[in-house]
């Protein structure tokens, strides 16, 4: 088979690997558009139990990036100068950059090499292969150039964001709530390597106006940010890393597969940043690509009917909750009228995907100590 994988991030990386492990004789070209070292954002997030998918199909992969990840068992929200503790919600990162110099190890193995600095950008090079896969992201080549076909949609959230790093170590996920003069600030933010962390801050659209960032140049946007969560920072600085605000795009393909071509990864979908799913969906896109492949290796439409049908309940799931969640953010500035306890109570519920009883049992310290505080002011 010959096959031609656009994109070499995490989704792309990781087929090109289980189609050579697989089938050493495939003919394969896996290209990417940035030099090796390049990329966006800083750390990724999984959530604790994320990974048992790939130790299940993948042991030594699993071996390889499982030790290099921090992990911890809980997450905390910060909202008026308090600090509310959900246990039993554990979550594991590593640097966005580590992750994929892993996966390109594990490349190397099988005899892949990555051609990096190639730009795809027109639609007669995805011609001459047995399978063109987009794993190209969300502006994706491979998907514009059929859109109509995998009937893309594409919504962008009114919120901005703006991804950064700090040296400071944060002990959990921590989402902290902050409020000026010009409205009001979220970040997110946990460690992804022993003395680094990602930092990203979220504020909505009267509020970035009311700032001026719209007049504000990268070192100043990043200096007021600082200063907006001067306290949660402990006096380490921000680094910046392609640090732009951007408005998180939600992105659906009513089909997946168009001919020949398939989409996985952010190609296909999105999910939005705060249940952290991206990157676990873009390696559970690619072991499911291959497995669909090795069962119908007869009739390359069988496989791909195979892999949509298979994927595309489980991934309609959970980026409906990812929706819910983003929604939520959406309004945050009003979830911030309420105290610290009753935000995170909201906070915890956001996806829909977490029921009282479910609750209860992930995380009784949080629900006794809400429990104890609804007594008090009720």
Known sequence: MKV?????????????YLLARRDPGIELRLVEQNPAD??????????????????????ATHELIAPRMQRWRDLSIQHRGERVVIDGIGFAAIGRLELLRLLHRRLHAVHVQPEYRRVVDDVRELDGYDLV?????????????????FGTAIEHLRNRFAWYGTTRRFDTLSQTFVSNE??????????????????????????????????????????????????????HPLVANKSVWRRFPKLWNERWHVGNRVLI?????TAHFSIGSGTRLAFEDA???????????????????????????????????????????????????HDP????????????RVDLDRLRRVSPLFVHGYEQHAKGTA
């Open 4 to 16: 031609l994988i656009v994109g070499a991030g995490p989704a792309g990386s990781y087929l090109a």
């Open 38 to 59: 390049s990329t966006f954002g800083f750390g990724v997030v999984f959530s604790d139990r994320a990974l048992g998918f790939l130790r299940e199909d993948d042991e």
């Open 133 to 149: 896969v987009g794993a190209d992201g969300v502006n994706s080549f491979v998907r514009s150039a059929a859109e109509a076909e």
């Open 182 to 235: 010009a409205g009001s600030f979220n970040a997110h933010h946990y460690r992804y390597a022993p003395q680094m962390s990602t930092f990203i801050v979220e504020c909505d659209p009267r509020t970035w106006q009311r700032a001026g960032f719209s007049d504000m140049g990268e070192a100043e946007t990043r200096a007021y940010c600082e200063s907006v969560f001067a306290e949660a920072l402990d006096g």
């Open 265 to 269: 990864g952010d190609a296909q979908r």
């Open 287 to 337: 072991i499911a690509l291959d497995r669909s492949l090795a069962e119908h290796a007869d009739s390359l439409p069988d496989a791909l009917a195979a892999f949509e049908a298979h994927r595309k309940p489980i991934v309609r799931k959970l980026v409906d909750a990812a929706n819910a969640s983003a929604d939520w953010y959406e309004r945050f500035g009003e979830h911030m009228r």
């Open 341 to 352: 306890w009753d935000l995170a109570w909201h906070y915890v519920q956001r996806s829909g």
